[in-house]
């Protein structure tokens, strides 16, 4: 899709970000990326919402101890998911008018790559695991259950106006890359996997 050069309009500029509060939004509405008002309880808020609250939960699974060969990978990809924040609060139709950074293919093969690496070194999995480990594997897995949500919002969202055509993808592949982050994490901490007992309790 092409885009212009035009400039990021509010409320990407530096001065709204610099601004805590507006009032704008005290009616329950707040503005996309081209301006238009919208409920903050709508499909598209809660995507992008959604994608935040994941940065977030990753950033505590940095914070809590994250093995420090994972955190320039994990600090990169905190970054691209401000890029699918935007990608998501720009309509499709306003990223003609608009050049603004979003998702882009090499982002989703970029996480195949790091996801095949950790892999690789990792024993194959002959049950479920459950959430557990060390802390910050246990962070990645909350991570995961996050990044899942966020994805269906997605979908929930591209059922009933297009999004980038790469987000879905992205958000796909995000979580099974949490789910291999988190065993490898378990794996350097020296906690290693939590099976699942299938006899039951």
């Not at 139709?93 to 690496?117: Q, S």
């Not at 993808?169 to 939590?194: C, E, I, T």
Request: proline share 4%.
């Amino acid at each position: 899709m092409p885009r212009t050069e035009t400039p990021i309009q509010p409320p990407f500029s530096a001065k709204s970000v610099n601004r805590v509060y507006t009032r704008a939004g005290d009616d329950g509405t707040t503005a996309l990326g081209g301006g238009q008002r919208v409920k903050k309880d709508s499909l598209r808020i809660e995507a992008y919402g959604t994608v935040d609250e994941l940065n977030s939960t990753i950033g505590v699974a940095v914070a809590a101890g994250l093995h420090e060969s994972m955190q320039a990978t994990f600090f990169v990809i905190q970054q691209v998911l401000f890029n699918l924040g935007s990608d998501l609060c720009i309509t499709e139709e306003d990223k003609t008018r608009f050049a603004v950074p979003g998702i882009e293919e090499h982002h989703v093969t970029d996480l195949e790559t790091w996801m095949d690496g950790w892999n690789e070194q990792l024993e194959p999995l002959k049950s479920f695991i459950l959430p557990g480990g060390d802390m910050a594997a246990a962070q990645l897995h909350v991570a995961r259950t996050v990044c899942r949500r966020a994805e269906r919002c997605t979908i929930a969202l591209s059922r009933e106006e297009p999004v980038g055509p790469n987000v879905i993808a992205y958000l796909n592949r995000l979580s099974d890359l949490l789910f291999v982050a988190s065993r490898y994490q378990a794996k350097l901490s020296g906690k290693g996997d939590l099976l699942w007992d299938s006899r039951g309790y």
